[in-house]
Structure formats: structure tokens, C-alpha cells
T-cell receptor, first 113, second 114 residues
């Protein structure tokens, strides 16, 4: 069975500071991993995904994540936070096509001026 | 661009009513999903359909049913709405092909049961 744990339900960063959101997963097969972002009153938008190949994945809006199999982690980072990064972020795992996508509980990011 | 459309953004229903939430996608995707989103719990899968007329229970199917008669449409049905079903409901779709297993979401339907 697959599952996702996001460490920290709220993260507050200063504008220009590093953003680090932590995600650990469990999966019985090599996983597909995703980060989604949700702005208020909107659906979820894909930030980036890992399926196979290079373990460092770059996404939209300057975000990137690294798949570390030995640590079962897929942490999301952005070197310099912007006010527009304030949103809720979800990590998700899937075991492939025709399999469900399981989400973590989410991390809300606030950015201080 | 992929478009997943949820017909109602905001609904208010009475306890015991039968509620239909409709979702349509325009990209011929095989897989469709219904999730509910609650603060602190993330997204929880209610039902999953991997093709027309095919469905699988997700993590929290109790009190819900689904219908997938056409490939583009996936309906969520609350047979007898209860107050604990007040939530945000999100529909999503996914293709099996070259998009790499990406799931696309609708804007969500806010349901309040009174």
C-alpha cells in the first residue's frame, strides 16, 4: 500500500529565503511522485513530477525536488521565496497507470515581507 | 490545455437529499477520480474509475456512489446527504499515455449540507 507523510502543516518563510517542504512516502513498487500547489478557492496545479530517470526534477515557478530512494523522500525546495508562493502544497504518490494517487495532508506556506 | 469542469462550484443541500456532482473532461482520459478535501486531512480518494463503466472504491467510499456511463463524464452521488459530507469535492482525470501519469484537477465543488 502507498502512503505519503508531509512533515509540518504550516511553514513560514521570509521573502527571499529558502523554501523547504518535506515529503516522505511508502510504496511497494517504484513510485511516481508529484508535488501540487493549491491557491485559495482553486483546484490543484501540478508543480513537478518524478516518474523515471533523473532524480532531481525541476518544475514551474522555480521549484525543484529530489527523489531519494534510500530515504524514501521527495522534498520540495525553492531557493528564494516570493510573496506569490503563499499557497498550500501537496505531495502525492502513485504506483503507476490505472492506480490511485494518494496525497499527503498538505503544507500551508506563508511568506513574510 | 486539459480542461476538467465541475458543473457546480457552490451547493447547499438539506440533510437526506440526494446530491449529484458532475464532472466532465475534454481530453479523452481513461482514468477519472473523485476526492474530498478537508482541512488538515489533505485529499482523500472517494472513488476511482479507470475506464467507462469501471469503478473502484477509494479510501472513503461510504455514503457515496459513482456513475461512469460515458468516457468524458464521471458523476459522484450522495444517496442521502449528511452534515459530515460538508466538504470541498475535487474531480480529476488522467490519461495512460505520454503525459507521464499526470492528474488534472477541476476547480472544486463546495458542498454544504444543512
Amino acid at each position: 500500500a502507498q502512503s505519503v507523510t508531509q512533515l509540518g502543516s504550516h511553514v513560514s518563510v521570509s521573502e527571499g529565503a529558502l523554501v523547504l517542504l518535506r515529503c516522505n512516502y511508502s510504496s511497494s513498487v517504484p513510485p511516481y511522485l508529484f508535488w501540487y500547489v493549491q491557491y485559495p478557492n482553486q483546484g490543484l496545479q501540478l508543480l513537478l513530477k518524478y516518474t523515471t530517470g533523473a532524480t532531481l526534477v525541476k518544475g514551474i515557478n522555480g521549484f525543484e525536488a529530489e527523489f531519494k530512494k534510500s530515504e524514501t523522500s521527495f522534498h520540495l525546495t525553492k531557493p528564494s521565496a516570493h510573496m506569490s508562493d503563499a499557497a498550500e502544497y501537496f505531495c502525492a504518490v502513485s504506483e503507476g497507470h490505472d492506480y490511485k494517487l494518494s496525497f499527503g495532508a498538505g503544507t500551508t506556506v506563508t511568506v513574510r515581507a | 490545455d486539459v480542461k476538467v469542469t465541475q458543473s457546480s462550484r457552490y451547493l447547499v443541500k438539506r440533510t437526506g437529499e440526494k446530491v449529484f456532482l458532475e464532472c466532465v473532461q475534454d481530453m479523452d482520459h481513461e482514468n477519472m477520480f473523485w476526492y474530498r478535501q478537508d482541512p488538515g486531512l489533505g485529499l482523500r480518494l472517494i472513488y476511482f474509475s479507470y475506464d467507462v463503466k469501471m469503478k473502484e472504491k477509494g479510501d472513503i467510499p461510504e455514503g457515496y456512489s459513482v456513475s461512469r456511463e460515458k468516457k468524458e463524464r464521471f458523476s459522484l452521488i450522495l444517496e442521502s446527504a449528511s452534515t459530515n459530507q460538508t466538504s470541498m469535492y475535487l474531480c480529476a482525470s488522467r490519461d495512460r499515455g505520454v503525459s507521464g501519469n499526470t492528474i488534472y484537477f477541476g476547480e472544486g465543488s463546495w458542498l454544504t449540507v444543512v
